[in-house]
């Protein structure tokens, strides 16, 4: 009816046309129209329940782009305020005045916004919590958020790291007194070593993390390189499909090269 194949593939590009927009108007929003807007009446019953009051409010997060806080603007139509450790440029241009970066938001401190994104995902676990992801909201307000199946071997290595974090924070907190301001590049210092100089060992290690993101693999295991010599195009595949793309090379290659240059290069 349409002229979609359900056999061939679709990106964001190749979507942009007429019989699709007349399938998503006449087919996909009345389905969704239908079958969420319980949920979505959950969703508002829940965020009352937890005190959410729009205008209010601030949303606390990691980063990147402020898509939870644009989503809560609009469901509510009301201004929210947004706290991140870093915020990236270009998504939501509107409403960079009403978020703020710690690490870097802006034009300020972008080169650190270059090196942490070269290594986000990988950065991102570092917080990640140990259960599964939020699928829909129930009716049921004892119990109000489903959460997906969660079965993800990073637990106990996210557990201990951040135990850690936990404890250095409650162990400075006796010394805070000593130091009148720790600057940024100070405390990112060791994270960005990792992520963009990490030696065998560490790009061994936290390459055998998981990853579930679209798709599901590792963040850093390359195959031999001999597999490589004889099947190039893999390579590229391979490396396409890397979380951390600078443990991969650093793993499949082993000596010390610039590896961030040579990611900065490619991502060029």
Excluded at 102 to 131: M, P, W
């Amino acid at each position: 009816k349409y002229g979609i194949n359900p056999k061939q593939e679709y990106n964001n590009s190749t979507l942009k046309n007429e019989a699709f927009k007349r399938f998503y108007n006449e087919y996909v929003s009345k389905y969704i129209e239908e079958n969420f807007k319980g949920e979505y009446d959950n969703f508002l019953k829940y965020m009352d329940s937890i005190g959410f009051v729009p205008g209010e409010a601030v949303v606390v997060d990691l980063g990147w782009n402020g898509t939870i806080q644009y989503c809560l603007q609009r469901i509510y139509n009301k201004f929210v305020k947004g706290y991140y450790l870093g915020v990236e440029t270009g998504l939501y241009n509107n409403m960079q005045d009403s978020m703020s970066g710690y690490l870097f938001d802006g034009n300020r401190n972008q080169e650190i916004s270059k090196k942490v994104y070269s290594f986000k995902s990988l950065f991102e676990v570092f917080f990640s919590a140990t259960h599964g992801t939020t699928l829909g909201y129930s009716a049921d307000q004892t119990n109000p958020v489903i959460l997906g199946e969660y079965e993800n071997l990073n637990s106990n290595i996210i557990d201990t790291i951040q135990k850690g974090t936990k404890d250095f924070a409650d162990g400075f907190k006796l010394y805070e007194k000593l130091y009148d301001e720790i600057d940024i590049q100070s405390i990112l210092e060791g994270l960005i070593e990792l992520g963009t100089r990490p030696n065998y060992e560490q790009a061994c290690d936290f390459g055998e993390l998981n990853f579930d993101n679209l798709t599901k693999g590792k963040f850093a295991a390359p195959r031999k390189l001999r597999f490589y010599l004889f099947h190039p195009k893999m390579l590229k595949k391979d490396m396409f499909a890397s979380e951390w793309k600078i443990g991969f090379m650093k793993r499949l290659l082993k000596i010390k090269l610039p590896y961030y240059s040579i990611y900065s290069y490619l991502k060029r």
